[in-house]
């Protein structure tokens, strides 16, 4: 993304001038929003880095940084949309055939045509995931797609030739496919939102004869995709009333623990990325003393996000943070963006799925706001004249060198730790399929690795478990002891303290093992294998 910074130092003045006298103007309309977001970074930083640091700064950096990124590259489409109509036109047009290539890609994947780009994992049960390796992310994506196109086919009909309606009937047909087949209800459920708000907000052309026809068209293609598909839509949405629905439940339990986290930490919230940190002690709460006349549905995976962005928001940021929200919100009322179809499909999409921690559909909002014509606002024009030459190329190489930094820090950060991590893993997994000959320096291999990415001066918790695991496997069980005491610092996880309960009992510390087994029964109910050590280590007690 930060390339798209980059490219802000070799773009001709114009861009960087806004086009001329008093055009940079007309669009800090747009600008004036990213100030919530730089506000809220800014109040993250002073609290939750300096002031009371949060669990996990580094999941805290991840996300600091890909908002930093995103807003540039958002920052950047504003300059570049002062050209008019035709920069804007692209940008949405761009959009959609995003969309389009994302469906053909799924609808590829449902044929079975593209298995070496989409392999079938072992107890996976998304028979669709795309590029994003989640149906309900895909199904986002192509929910916005969809509405936008539609937003698009109202705004220009009348100058649409044959050949070009042909050809958005096709990316339609394409776009719909994907999203029945990506199996979301979420993702439905916005689209349809998206798609009655845009049919209400333009009711007036659909009496247009030109509009009726394509309408008629796109109805019979839509109708022909759904009725081919029609038993798994049934059978997806009832099951939505059903006592089987596992997603819909989980989402319960999910909610619960968001609420329990921002019950206890109401002002401040617990830190940018960290609700992953605190939610295995809340969800446990929730099982274990449920505030709602329901019994939980859960599992032992590692709850990294919410699946509401609103509650993981604000469980993250506190009231303070919120105030920040309404401000934002406040502000696309202002410019009417709020009330645009695809900002409406994303918000509701949102309100049920961690879309906010998707670069890809929050930089398909971003590129769409700033496509999106909005009324001059007068009370932000700054500056009236035509910029200086010096400070056109101060603005143009302070970008770049912005930019730069930021994929500098990103890779620090990002990238080398998941690969670093990546390539361990790889290791520690394949070493028992070689000969008992080999294992020794296949052993060696996988302590390498891990060596290496523990010394990055950024380490995921996940490594220190991951190693301490390898360690453990090894007979080394003081060096797994170190490793899982500082993946501790960091993780809170059932998984963890069964690997600490694990290495206390091997090293012969019982007490300290029972203590670490009942952390971990708390946060994994039934979890045989801790239930079976416990009564191993105190065969008398419950």
Known sequence: MAVFFLLLAFQPNRVVNGAGHGALNKHMAQHVLLLPILLLLLYQLVLHVLLLPAKDLTLWSEVTLRWLLLMGVWYYALLLTT????????????????????????????????????????????????????????????????????????????????????????????????????????????ASIGIVWCVFQEREQLTERSLGKWAAGASLLAALILVY?????????????????????????????????????????????????????????????????????????????????????????????LAILVWFIYLLHRRRLLYKPVTIAFFAFALINPVLRS???????????????????????????????????????????????????????????????????????????????????????AIQAYDSATHWPVVPAQTYENFGILQLELGNYNQARALFETAAQRLDTGGLYWHLGQTAQLLGNLEEARAYYDQCLYRWPGFEPAITARQAIFPSTE
């Open 359 to 445: 670069a890809p559909h929050v930089l398909f909002l971003f590129l769409y706001w700033a496509a999106t014509d909005t009324p001059s606002d007068t009370a932000h024009v700054v500056y009236t004249a035509k910029l200086p030459d010096k400070f056109r190329l101060y603005s143009k190489y302070t970008g770049a060198l912005i930019a730069l930094l930021l994929l500098i820090a990103h890779g620090v950060v990002v990238l080398v730790p998941s690969y670093l991590l990546a390539q361990a893993e790889d290791t520690h997994l394949v070493w028992k399929a070689f000969p008992e000959a080999d294992q020794p320096y296949r052993q060696e291999l």
């Open 229 to 321: 598909h029609i038993a798994s839509i049934y059978s997806r949405i009832w099951s939505t009333f059903s006592a089987g629905d596992i997603g819909g439940r989980l989402r319960l339990w999910f909610w619960e623990g968001a609420m329990r986290m921002i019950a206890d930490h109401p002002f401040f919230g617990v830190g940018l990325g960290n609700f992953g940190y605190w939610s295995p002690r809340y969800l446990a709460d929730a099982l274990h003393d449920s505030w709602f006349p329901v019994v939980h549905h859960h599992n032992n995976i590692h709850t990294l996000h919410a699946h509401s962005d609103l509650l993981e928001f604000i469980a993250e940021n506190g009231i303070v943070g």
């Open 83 to 190: 050209d008019g109509s035709s920069v804007k036109n692209r940008i949405k047009v761009s959009l959609i055939a995003s969309s389009a290539l994302v469906g053909v890609l799924a609808i590829g994947q449902y044929l079975g045509l593209l298995e070496f780009l989409f392999p079938v994992f072992e107890g996976y049960d998304q028979e669709v995931y795309s590029v994003f390796g989640n149906q309900d992310l895909l199904g986002g994506y192509m929910a916005l797609g969809l509405v936008l196109l539609l937003e698009k086919v109202f705004q220009s009909h009348r100058s649409t030739n044959r050949s070009n309606k042909f050809m958005i009937l096709l990316v339609l047909s394409l776009i719909l496919w994907a999203l029945v087949l990506s199996h979301s209800r979420s993702a439905w459920l916005a």
